[in-house]
């Protein structure tokens, strides 16, 4: 822009100062319009095909025009933290959109409230988690931590979003039928509907559920608008089955606690090129174990390792690995994707219709490889494909996500809780009432 007219001065900056132009009312609500934006974007891209996202380089536009829109809508400020500030910190390229990320995560911790319902005797299937252990822990964790974290609102008029706290894992723990699962499901929300306002201003839209137990799924299916409204938040997100991406969350099933230290940075000692070894429960683990389980190069197994063979044999294996292989089994999600990200080996995903837990947030081919469960008899030479340097750089960044895949108690900035609650956060911005 011509700077004629204007009294001699230093060159002035290329963009004028964002508190001269948004207000901090306009500044937050074009935020969270570029927040909706991106999600829409990244998402959409998220389902493409490498191959395609190749072809067509201009996708990469929209992504820059949200980028450089968002840092000047929440500006630097006028010294009340209106901006998002986040303090700048430096995030990798292992996001989609780092600097959209960082200002929105500020938003989300200065701003989100989330009202659980009071309802429920906790000593039955309400308000508390099972247990914090096990292949199902993340639904405890976050039972416990939206109790924990700063998100909790007891003003649902303040809230964002509604919580149903109601636990399928609690029931399967304690025997209930599929059957009852339903009934019970449908006579809670049944209640809540009935008892307060808040349901029936959007027919549930601002609502979710919590559920890593794929029984959790099949228990709310006899409520139609819980399915089809609320925001599902799984274990085992697969698009053949009704999960919907730009509605529901993928929850990570991270198996905790982790029975060793996590790896990374130690690629000098990952000799072996890739490592499996579990139940049969899946067609492409059987297909997985029958090609490649007399291989010199890839360690397959399968079947469990038994204890028996040493302790902790089977966790230190994926420290002497480069790749470890993630099929799904009698679902599309594996706790096997947590442990190798924590124990420092590349996950290959070999898994089809898998919404990868935060997709829209984290490049996962940045730190992962993603594989059709159609290319496992051409597994091996697709990994040896992979240079050293390459290699490299997907160990270097899985160890930057690492804390991403981590429940702790209390919750802790950037962790899986948090991680969630940012995709609650986005899903919050698309629903009017």
Known sequence: MSAGGKQPQPPPPQSPSPSSLFTLRGSLLTLA????????????????????????????????????????????????GGGG??????????????????????????DFGVFIYPD?????????????TGKYASEGYFFQNIREGRFRTDDPDRAHLFFIPISCHKMRGKGTSYENMTVIVQNYVGSLIAKYPYWNRTLGADHFFVTCHDVGVRATEGVPLLVKNSIRVVCSPSYDVGFIP?????????LQPFALPAGGNDVENRTRLGFW?????SKIRVILARVWENDTELDISNNRISRATGHLVYQKRFYRTKFCICPGGSQVNSARIADAIH???????LSNYYDLPFND???????????????????KQILKNISDAEFLQLHEN????????????????????????????????????
């Open 277 to 281: 070894a579990g139940h049969r429960n």
């Open 246 to 254: 730009h509605k529901d969350v993928a929850l990570p099933q991270v």
């Open 343 to 349: 124990y420092g080996c590349v996950p290959v995903i």
């Open 120 to 132: 429920g005797d906790p000593n039955t299937f309400y308000q508390t988690p099972r247990k914090l």
């Open 85 to 110: 500030g986040g303090g700048g910190e430096e995030l990798s390229d292992t996001y989609h959109l780092p600097e959209v990320f960082r200002l929105n995560y500020a938003a989300m911790e200065r």
């Open 398 to 433: 899985l160890v930057k996500v690492q804390k991403h895949f981590q429940w702790n108690s209390p919750p802790i900035k950037y962790d899986a809780f948090h991680m969630v609650m940012y995709e609650l956060w986005l899903r919050h911005h698309v629903i009017k009432y």
């Open 361 to 379: 947030i984290l490049d996962w081919r940045k730190f992962s490889v993603i594989v059709k469960e159609s290319e496992v008899y051409n597994l």
């Open 33 to 80: 319009l570029l927040t909706l934006a991106s999600f829409t974007v990244v998402s959409l891209n998220s389902l493409r095909s490498p191959a395609a996202a190749a072809a067509a380089p201009g996708t990469l536009t929209p992504s820059f025009s949200i980028l450089k829109m968002s840092r000047e809508a929440a500006g630097d400020g006028d010294g009340d």
